[in-house]
Nanobody, 124 residues
Framework: HVQLVESGGDSVHTGGSLRLSCVASGFTYSNRIMGWFRQAPGKEREGVAA???????NYSDAVKGRFTISHDIVNDTLYLEMNNLEPGDTAMYYC???????????????????WGQGTQVTVS
């Protein structure tokens, strides 16, 4: 069965950096969209970044220029490199995956069939 396992969350100071990892397993297809979402207490879950099956990459405006998403195809591991972290980045971060997206917004969680358990990022 499909599993997404995140790691790398931590508590850091403003301006710090973190790299989140998400190891994927159990997929029977490689042509998929993979993304990072986050949810802060009392707020709705929001898309952070995604990489589609055609290698198209998208970022939310809130993280553009500070975060970088990448996918190690050999090890099927999704990464999120986060730099210049701000208190507003504090949230639970989730890895998500689904069939390649051919239309619609990458940031809509409904397109993602599989979700990890989350990893906490706290910036103070």
């Amino acid at each position: 069965h499909v599993q997404l396992v995140e790691s790398g969350g931590d508590s850091v100071h403003t301006g710090g950096s973190l790299r989140l990892s998400c190891v994927a397993s159990g997929f029977t297809y490689s042509n998929r969209i993979m993304g990072w979402f986050r949810q802060a207490p009392g707020k709705e879950r929001e898309g952070v970044a995604a990489i589609n099956g055609d290698d198209t990459i998208n970022y939310s405006d809130a993280v553009k220029g500070r975060f970088t998403i990448s996918h190690d195809i050999v090890n099927d591991t999704l990464y999120l490199e986060m730099n210049n972290l701000e208190p507003g980045d504090t949230a639970m971060y989730y890895c998500a995956a689904g069939p390649r997206l051919y239309g619609g917004s990458w940031s809509f969680s409904k397109w993602y069939k599989y979700w990890g358990q989350g990893t906490q990022v706290t910036v103070s």
